[in-house]
Each structure stands twice: as C-alpha cells, then as structure tokens.
C-alpha cells in the first residue's frame, strides 16, 4: 500500500492475478504452502490434485476414495467419443496436446457430464430429506419423479453399453469400508443404493448404477461440488485420451475418419437423376 492510503499501479498490477493457489518467485515454488520439494519427494499425484483443488491435506481414507473414483474413469475404449475425437484428431497431424484438447472438450452434459447431474441429484434427495428424522425413501420418490419429469433418463443409472456396470458395485464398497472407519458418513453411498432400488419398483429388469452414480457418490461423500466432479472426471479421462492418442499417433495412420473407407455413409438427400430401376 503506497502513502495516503492509495493502491499503487504496481499493487493494482500485483493483485489482477492474485492467487491462494500456488506461490512462484525466484527460486520457490509453493502449491498451497507446501514447497516442491515436499511435494515431490513424499506426495501421490492424488493427493496433490486433492491439495490444489480443495487446498488442504486428504486423509488416507480420503485419498485412497478419490484415486479410486479416478482410476475407474480413466478409459472407456475407443468408441467412447471422446477417445474417438481423440484419436481422429491426431490422424490431422495435430500434437497430443491438441489431441487431448479435442477429447476432452466432447465432454459435455450426454457425454462426461452425468456425474455432476447425479451428483446434484443426490443433493437434492439428502436437502429434501432433511436431518435428523427424515426419510430417504420418501425422499427419494418425490426428487426423482421431479427430475423424471423433466427428462426421460437419470444420470448415474443403468448403461448402454454394460447390463451391469463392474465399476459400481467396488467403488460402493470402498465406501462402505470408509464410512465405516469414520472417514466418510455413507449418506451419499445409501441414497446411491435408494435411487436404485426405487428406479427397479415393478420393472422386470433392475436398474442399476453405474459409473456415474458411483463416483458421484464418492465426490459426495468427499465433500466435492458438482461442478468439481466433473473437473475430475476430465482429468481422469485425459489419461485414457492421451493413451489413444498416442497410440494412433504411432500407427502412423493419417486422416482417419469415423467408419473405414471401404463403408460410406448412407445418403438420404434427393437425388433427381436416380437411374430407373
């Protein structure tokens, strides 16, 4: 602060970018008052995202919930989009940065976004039920018809591609064995399990969780924003996007597009000199 009071156009200059985040200078990089060299020699990379994004030390138990939730996020194989954009995109001659770049930005609100919709699905549910004397069932059928009402598929349920989602049912239970612990509550696992039983009434097929619901549980029950669990799942999903990328990119293959040459789309426009039949 300069003389009188007033802010100097270096200070003004000083703050434009000013940051609880890291602390660089000459000589000292500090990320969230932890030197470097702390960082780098005793740190997991898990613990480390946990630090920068929620700027405090995780647990064991917490951190060991976050890898997991990111682990199973990593890769979903080539035909997942984002892998796809991913891997056509380095077939144009763009760097794996660009590469990265391209898949990451296909995740959008159908594709990537449902952990943050099942997320603040499962707020609502634990808003709406209240505390202490709530009931989660009733709870539960209320949040979910509204949100049926609004749109016909509920993010973090059933899958398209798996009748059962092998992800889902391990990640609870390292939620289990955290909430039992002390480390977690399990509320989020337990409205997880009643979305789930209440989206299975009268249907002859049971609905079950998936990928999303499970890691939403999971950022729930870490205390992450909805928007933040989904920040995390696109970093998660970069490695996996930079694994393909680098993949084709070895391949050496170039320009390649959606479907082989030998198949071309089918055309559906008017076509006047059709030859007769």
């Known amino acids: ?38 960082l780098l020699e005793g740190w997991d990379l898990v613990s480390v995202i946990w630090l920068m994004v929620r700027g405090t030390v995780p647990s064991t138990e917490e951190a060991a919930l976050l890898q997991a939730a990111m682990v199973a996020s990593v890769d979903h194989g080539p035909q997942a989009p984002s892998i796809a954009a991913a891997r056509m995109a380095v077939t144009c001659g763009v760097g794996l940065n660009n590469a990265i770049a391209t898949g990451v930005n296909v995740l959008g609100d159908v594709h990537g976004g449902a952990g943050q919709q099942c997320l603040e699905l ?15 069932d009733a709870s539960v059928a209320r949040v979910v018809d509204r949100w049926r009402s609004r749109q016909r598929y509920l993010p973090g349920f059933g899958h398209r591609f798996h009748p059962v989602d092998p992800r889902a ?44 619901g499970a890691t939403a549980a999971i950022y729930g029950e870490l205390g992450f924003t909805p928007q933040l669990a989904r920040g995390l799942f696109c970093l998660s999903r970069s490695v ?15 320009i390649k597009g959606p479907m082989p040459p030998s198949v071309l789309p089918a055309y559906t426009g008017p076509w006047p000199n059709r030859p007769a039949t």
């Open 169 to 212: 049912a391990p990640l609870l239970g390292l939620v289990d064995r955290a909430a039992g612990q002390g480390a977690v509550s399990g509320r989020f696992a337990r409205t997880a399990r009643a979305v789930e039983a209440y989206l299975s009434l009268g249907r002859p097929r049971h609905v079950t969780l998936n990928i999303d």
């Open 122 to 136: 499962y707020l609502e549910v634990l808003a709406d039920e209240g505390e202490p004397d709530g009931d989660l």
């Open 240 to 254: 996996g996007i930079l694994a393909h990328a680098a993949e084709e990119q070895g391949n050496g293959t170039r």
């Open 1 to 38: 602060m300069s003389g009188g009071g007033q802010v100097s156009e270096h200070e003004r200059m000083a703050q434009w970018w000013s940051t609880a985040i890291s602390d660089i200078s000459p000589g000292v990089i500090r990320l969230r008052d932890h030197d470097i060299v702390e």
